[in-house]
């Protein structure tokens, strides 16, 4: 490839340029003491400005593999493209302009899109089977059209005919199969087919771990009753108990609910008429029992009528999976595994990598990968809602725009965080585990996992937030500081592929002291910080892969540093007493609590417990 042989004009002859022309060289602006926010902006120009200038849109500091390039050529080639485009013309590149390229460029795009559309739902699994072939009723038919999908994935592929014949279903899908559709399409048909109204109650109940996925799918279930004059309902802790008790006795024939507020109504609602009821449906049964709903949803299951069609998807299988399904079917299931003979169990566009970083310098390496990925959408992970809390705060002080979402805030601002994420083309959502599972928000282009996950299995829910869908791609990083670098041999037991990327120390914003100027200066900065570094070294105390992550073996001076703190803050921890306790309660089998290892990533295994529905 030739390269442009370009004489760049030092600054002196700039300025004499400027003078000839009668211009004023523009004059820099002061740095204002004001206050330390101002220092701190004006300290974090600089060197990032000349970097940008030389580098571009680059994604991070991190160093990442060569398809960066050929994306960030495209997007060149496509503003190019762009300013040179008038009413139907479009530049040859030779100085010619060209007629009419320009409608069928866009009609290109709109084919292109909507093909994409189409295949939402599942990633690298689609089926060549049609919506058409399925004996569904007009209107479901016109729904799903109106959505945008023609053929099902595969898990809709084998669960939706037998749930229709009036089977029950036990499904293995991993997260972005679409086995939302999967068991919603059934339903809905079910309700249609016998003529549910208002007056007969509440015919389908969709019980689901958390109040995010309960709305995301009662979302996907009004598009599915678009056509239909069924009623759709939603029940989930956090919201007005009240209105939820005043709808569903007016009649709900479907019910989306988490299981805490779903039992509240099954014992205290009067009028409540859930006794012909005629399919029960549990989505994300492992998530809901690691959530502690075991006792829940015993009970749940006793008060509902046991003359039901049942149907139960979990991407795991543990010893308390398998008590619910015994507990929950009252004839045989068909078992459905579309994942059976996986040799990957992350989606399959998945660019997967990991960074070394030191302790100290691990909230500088964040902020200069966000401050460089500000045109793309991307979710980082916390350990705790207070670590979220305060690096939210600190990064809109810096003038970096996020949201943040976890399970200490109140239900209304979770929701419109929720949806308000799903809708931006581009954004930074800080967030802890509570976003991990099931959520299907479209086009994250990043996720960075800055505090490491409890095992994993946490690791994959996380990923699994992108690269979602046939034929999408996506980029995941993951934070880990050099004590922390066994945890990628389970990573590769489980079958994740990861590259180490790196990330250069000079291009690294030196601003630690102005940081922590700003955080020791600003008393809720403050207060947020040390609340956050005390529940940081608490969730890493509770961690149950303590051979790696081991808190006694942590630089305090260094993780307080990236804190924002000069020296570790006095915080009540107690973490010996607590950690006390806990080795008194496990037992070390193989060199490893909770009996993990490398042969065994998901940790304890009783022996009648065949361990996975998914096969890896």
Known sequence: MAVLDETVP??????????????????????????????????????????EEEEGEGDAEVNVPEE??????????????????????????????EEGVEVQVEKDEEKKNQKKKVKTGGSGIMSTVSFDSLELSEKTLRAIKDMGFEHMTQIQDRAIPPFL????????????????LAFLIPAVELLQRISFTPYNGTGVIVICPTRELAIQIHEVANELLKYHSQTLGIVTGGSSRQAEASHI??????????PGRLLDHLQHTKNFVF????????????RILETNFEEEMKQIIK??????????????????VEDLVRLSFQSTPVYIDVDDGRTKVTNEGLQQGYCVVPSAKRFIVLYSFLKRSLSKKVMVFFSSCNSVTFHADLLRHIKIDCMDIHGKQKQQKRTSTFFAFNKAEKGILLCTDVAARGLDIPAVDWIVQYDPPDEPKEYIHRVGRTARGEGSKGNALLFLIPEELQFLRYLKAAKVPVKEYEFSDKKLANVQSHLEKLVGSNYHLNKAAKDAYRTYLLAYNSH??????NVHRLDLQAIAASFCFSNPPKVNLNIDNSASKLRKKTRKVEGSRNRFSENNPYGRKNVEDERQFVRY
């Open 10 to 51: 030092s600054s002196s002859e700039v300025e004499a340029m400027n003078k000839r022309r009668g211009r004023k060289r523009p004059k820099k602006n002061p740095p204002s003491t004001a206050t330390e926010e101002s220092e701190l902006q004006n300290s974090m120009k600089g060197e990032e400005e000349e970097e």
């Open 68 to 97: 960066k390039a050929k994306e960030e050529e495209k997007m060149k080639n496509k503003k190019r493209k762009t300013k040179t485009k008038k009413e139907g013309h479009e530049d040859t590149g030779d100085g010619r302009v």
């Open 165 to 180: 014949a009036g089977k029950d279903v036990l499904g293995a899908a991993r997260t972005g199969s679409g086995k939302t």
């Open 249 to 258: 006795t007016k009649g709900v024939n479907l019910l989306i609910a988490t």
């Open 275 to 286: 006794k012909n009821l005629k399919c029960l449906i549990i989505d994300e049964a492992d």
């Open 303 to 320: 008060l509902l009528p046991k003359n039901r069609q049942t149907a139960l998807f979990s991407a795991t299988q543990t010893q308390k």
């Open 544 to 549: 149950s892969m303590k051979d790696i992550f």
